[in-house]
T-cell receptor, first 114, second 111 residues
Framework: KAGVTQTPRYLIKTRGQQVTLSCSPI?????VSWYQQTPGQGLQFLFE???????NKGNFPGRFSGRQFSNSRSEMNVSTLELGDSALYLC?????????????FGPGTRLTVL | QQPVQSPQAVILREGEDAVINCSSS?????VHWYRQKHGEAPVFLMI?????EQKGHEKISASFNEKKQQSSLYLTASQLSYSGTYFC????????????FGQGTTLQVKP
């Protein structure tokens, strides 16, 4: 079974630009969560999507948004990039069945904002 | 709201034991433990549910003290492959993928 895939793996942007990151969950997983990882703040929850609906949202400004498509693939968008948005963005998928406690993380997208 | 992990870092020799603690000030539904190796994605180790149920993949043991809202991860007879950063993640309810992670504990196992 293929794992969670994220594209692109690396991205360099400048302040003020916007960026879209993509996540393809494990086949059959309908729940996708996004996390931001930085050395200073650690792993912070951004949002969770299930069946194309946002189910939970973390404490991030409105510049961070996401969506999920009918095939469970998810995208997150960051508008008006700031230097502090430089981070590793991880998505994780999980099933809603018997093994629903385990989240499978993708390799992440490393975003650098200059 | 973020759980507090201790210690922040630990260095071991192969075969030695270690304990990593995770404390929360809020009532929990479950505690999840993940390990992340440098440059890789976090990998699920174990979940401890309210009521005592545990589920995991590896030969790693853990405990969950509901009264104290504290979980401990026990790494016994450590191997080089145990090196990495260990995170505890907390869930407040069952039907959510939202995990609130601690700052992490860096474990280095030396030969």
């Amino acid at each position: 079974k293929a794992g969670v895939t994220q594209t692109p793996r690396y991205l360099i942007k400048t302040r003020g630009q916007q960026v879209t990151l993509s996540c393809s969950p494990i086949s059959g997983h309908r729940s996708v969560s996004w996390y931001q990882q930085t050395p200073g703040q650690g792993l912070q929850f951004l949002f969770e999507y299930f069946s194309e609906t946002q189910r939970n949202k973390g404490n991030f400004p409105g510049r961070f948004s996401g969506r999920q498509f009918s095939n469970s693939r998810s995208e997150m968008n960051v508008s008006t990039l700031e230097l502090g948005d430089s981070a590793l963005y991880l998505c994780a998928s999980r099933t809603e069945g018997r093994q629903q406690w385990e989240q499978f993380f993708g390799p992440g997208t490393r975003l650098t904002v200059l | 709201q973020q759980p507090v992990q201790s210690p922040q870092a630990v260095i071991l020799r192969e075969g030695e034991d270690a304990v990593i603690n995770c404390s929360s000030s809020k009532a929990l539904y479950s505690v999840h433990w993940y390990r992340q190796k440098h440059g890789e994605a976090p990998v699920f180790l174990m979940i401890l549910l309210k009521g005592g149920e545990q589920k995991g993949h590896e030969k790693i043991s853990a405990s969950f003290n509901e009264k104290k809202q504290q979980s401990s991860l026990y790494l016994t007879a450590s191997q080089l492959s145990y090196s990495g950063t260990y995170f505890c993640g907390l869930k407040g309810s069952s039907n959510t993928g939202k995990l609130i992670f601690g700052q992490g504990t860096t474990l280095q196992v030396k030969p």
